[in-house]
């Protein structure tokens, strides 16, 4: 167990749709970030926040968004979903920004869109 | 980042140790060497990290060449829970702004441990 927890678990919704993930990152820890992983481009990040304000973006598409709240823990949006968007969604946290620091993952969000 | 480079695939009886090893021939002087796995679709599962010496953790063992443009993973005694995919990746040390610090992912070696 990394002590980084995602909710939920499983996420089957349809095209169009808006969903939302919870990630609450391990306790001391101030910087989160999204990866996405699906089947054809492998484990691609997305967007990394810390102490609340975002610090870099990837991979990330206009229809996603994803914020870091005064408690922590964040949120990744996902907005009219399409059928590509299918894949898991990891969380990870680090006590620091910088590469010296280590990233700890949670369990991940599969999210199935139909 | 530095790339890396990962044979696809591994073979390892259980209870043997198992070698993985990682190319990072263009790899700066600030640059840390990590090791990550993932089992079965899973979140990854830190292993290891290590800039310059080698490393032993309670996981595994990490040799870095003294040139550092190579390093193998160690696994001394492989068990069935360790087949997984692993990645060695390259990152940047230090905290400056333009250092995020994210992980790039390759595409892994897929070590399976047979009994």
């Known amino acids: 167990d990394s002590g980084v927890t995602q909710t939920p678990k499983h996420l089957i919704t349809a095209t169009g749709q808006r969903v939302t993930l919870r990630c609450s990152p391990r306790?001391?820890?101030?910087?989160v970030y999204w990866y996405q992983q699906s089947l054809d481009q492998g484990l691609q990040f997305l967007i990394q926040?810390?102490?609340?304000?975002?610090?870099a973006k990837g991979n990330i598409l206009e229809r996603f968004s994803a914020q870091q709240f005064p408690d922590l823990h964040s949120e990744l949006n996902l907005s009219s979903l399409e059928l590509g968007d299918s894949a898991l969604y990891f969380c990870?946290?680090?006590?620091?920004?910088?590469?010296?620091?280590?990233?700890?993952f949670g369990p991940g969000t599969r999210l199935l869109v139909l | 980042d530095a790339k890396t480079t990962q044979p696809t695939s591994m073979d390892c009886a259980e209870g043997r140790a198992a070698n993985l090893p990682c190319n990072h021939s263009?790899?700066?002087?600030?640059?840390?060497v990590y090791w990550y796995r993932q089992i079965h679709s899973q979140g990854p599962q830190y292993i290891i990290h290590?800039?310059?010496n080698n490393e032993t953790n309670e996981m595994a063992s990490l040799i870095i060449t003294e040139d550092r443009k190579s390093s193998t993973l160690i696994l001394p005694h492989a068990t069935l829970r360790d087949t997984a995919v692993y990645y060695c990746?390259?990152?940047?040390?230090?905290?400056?702004?333009?250092?995020?610090?994210?992980?790039?992912f390759g595409q892994g070696t897929t070590l399976q441990v047979k009994p």
């Open positions: 990746i390259v990152r940047v040390a230090g905290w400056g702004s333009s250092n995020t610090g994210k992980l790039i």
């Open positions: 263009t790899i700066s002087g600030n640059e840390y």
């Open positions: 926040y810390y102490n609340g304000e975002e610090r």
């Open positions: 290590g800039l310059k």
């Open positions: 990870a946290s680090s006590v620091a920004p910088g590469a010296g620091e280590t990233q700890y």
């Open positions: 306790s001391g820890d101030l910087s």
